[in-house]
T-cell receptor, first 116, second 115 residues
Framework: AQKVTQAQTEISVVEKEDVTLDCVYETRDTTYYLFWYKQPPSGELVFLIR??????QNEISGRYSWNFQKSTSSFNFTITASQVVDSAVYFC?????????????FGKGITLSVRP | DTGVSQNPRHKITKRGQNVTFRCDPI?????LYWYRQTLGQGPEFLTYFQNEAQLEKSRLLSDRFSAERPKGSFSTLEIQRTEQGDSAMYLC?????????????FGPGTRLTVT
C-alpha cells in the first residue's frame, strides 16, 4: 500500500528565513512519481513539482528547491528566503501506478505560516 | 488554457437530500479524478475516468455516490441521501498524457455542508 507521511503539521517562520518541509513515502512500486502541491487559503491546490523515481537529481526553481533521496524514501522541499505569500498548506503526494490510473496518495499536509 | 472549473463552489443541504456537483476539466485532458478532502487532511481519491470510462472507484465511494462522465468531457458526482459525514470539500482534477504519473490540475472544489 502507498503511504505518504508529513510528520510536521505546522511550521511558523519569520519572513526571509529558510524552511524545509519533510516528506517520507512508502511504496512497493519500482516506478513511481512524487509531487508537491500548495494549497493557499483560497483552497485551490496548485501543482509545484513532479519527480519520477529514476531521477534523483535535486531541482531548484527560484526560491524553491527539492531534495529527493531514494535511499531514505524522502522528498523534501525547501523554501529559501520565505515570504508572507508562501503561507499555505503544502502537500506531498505519491502517484499510484497500479491499475494505470496514476491516482495520488497525499500526506496530511504541513501548514506553513510566514510572519512579516 | 482555462483551468479546471467546478460548480457549485458551495452547497448547503439538509440530511437526506440528493446533491450533484459538476466538474469541467481542462479541455483535451482525457483523465479526470474526483477526490474528497476533510478538514486537516489531504485529499483522498474517490474515482477515476479515462475518457468516458470509469476505471476505478475507491471503497470510500459508497453506494450512495455515483459519478459519470458522458462523452468524455465534463463529469458529475451525485450523492444520494446525504449524511452529515459527507460534509467535505469535493475536488476534481484532470491530467493528460499517454503515459502515467502526469501532474494533475485541480479545480477550486465544491464545499458541501450537510446540516
Amino acid at each position: 500500500a502507498q503511504k505518504v507521511t508529513q510528520a510536521q503539521t505546522e511550521i511558523s517562520v519569520v519572513e526571509k528565513e529558510d524552511v524545509t518541509l519533510d516528506c517520507v513515502y512508502e511504496t512497493r512500486d519500482t516506478t513511481y512519481y512524487l509531487f508537491w502541491y500548495k494549497q493557499p487559503p483560497s483552497g485551490e491546490l496548485v501543482f509545484l513539482i513532479r519527480r519520477n523515481s529514476f531521477d534523483e537529481q535535486n531541482e531548484i526553481s527560484g526560491r524553491y528547491s527539492w531534495n529527493f533521496q531514494k535511499s531514505t524514501s524522502s522528498f523534501n522541499f525547501t523554501i529559501t528566503a520565505s515570504q508572507v505569500v508562501d503561507s499555505a498548506v503544502y502537500f506531498c503526494a505519491l502517484s499510484d501506478l497500479t491499475g494505470a490510473n496514476s491516482k495520488l496518495t497525499f500526506g496530511k499536509g504541513i501548514t506553513l505560516s510566514v510572519r512579516p | 488554457d482555462t483551468g479546471v472549473s467546478q460548480n457549485p463552489r458551495h452547497k448547503i443541504t439538509k440530511r437526506g437530500q440528493n446533491v450533484t456537483f459538476r466538474c469541467d476539466p481542462i479541455s483535451e485532458h482525457n483523465r479526470l479524478y474526483w477526490y474528497r478532502q476533510t478538514l486537516g487532511q489531504g485529499p483522498e481519491f474517490l474515482t477515476y475516468f479515462q475518457n468516458e470510462a470509469q476505471l476505478e472507484k475507491s471503497r470510500l465511494l459508497s453506494d450512495r455516490f455515483s459519478a459519470e462522465r458522458p462523452k468524455g468531457s465534463f463529469s458529475t458526482l451525485e450523492i444520494q441521501r446525504t449524511e452529515q459525514g459527507d460534509s467535505a470539500m469535493y475536488l476534481c482534477a484532470s491530467s493528460s498524457g499517454q503515459g502515467m504519473g502526469y501532474e494533475q490540475y485541480f479545480g477550486p472544489g465544491t464545499r458541501l455542508t450537510v446540516t
